[in-house]
């Protein structure tokens, strides 16, 4: 397992922008798929973005498209989710996660390893 920190979460006003950071140690990231999740209060966890290994794979939730992207520095281990125009829907702790299989999947059950989430959230 590789052990995941997030950092870069908040309180913004709704149209205003954050970026998560997940940076990873332990083993190399590159051949890791890396998801984000997020939790809303009295919710289930759920899959917003995918990267893949090398980044030839990438998957969004469709209440994110157009306004989160995920990216990817695999020389400083470390996983973006730059997120714009946020709506108070978008309030949760966000969870990065790495798949050591790289499947890139959407599931909770295809990660093996996780962070301990930064919570954002946005006012109306």
């Known amino acids: 397992q590789v052990h995941l920190v997030e950092s870069g979460g908040g309180l913004v006003q709704a149209g205003g922008s954050l970026r998560l950071s997940c940076a990873a140690s332990?083993?190399?990231?590159?051949?890791?798929?890396m998801g984000w999740f997020r939790q809303a209060p009295g919710k289930e966890r759920q899959f917003v973005a995918v990267?893949?290994?090398?980044?030839?794979?990438?998957k969004y939730t469709d209440p994110v498209k157009g306004r989160f992207t995920i990216t990817r520095d695999n020389a400083k281990n470390t996983v973006y989710l730059q997120m714009n125009s946020l709506k108070p829907d978008d309030t949760a702790v966000y969870y990065c996660?790495?798949?050591?299989?790289?499947?890139?999947?959407?599931?909770?059950?295809?990660?093996?390893?996780w962070g301990q989430g930064t919570q954002v959230t946005i006012s109306s």
């Open positions: 990267i893949s290994g090398r980044g030839v794979t990438i």
């Open positions: 996660a790495g798949d050591m299989r790289n499947f890139a999947g959407t599931s909770i059950s295809d990660y093996d390893s």
């Open positions: 332990g083993r190399s990231l590159s051949t890791y798929s």
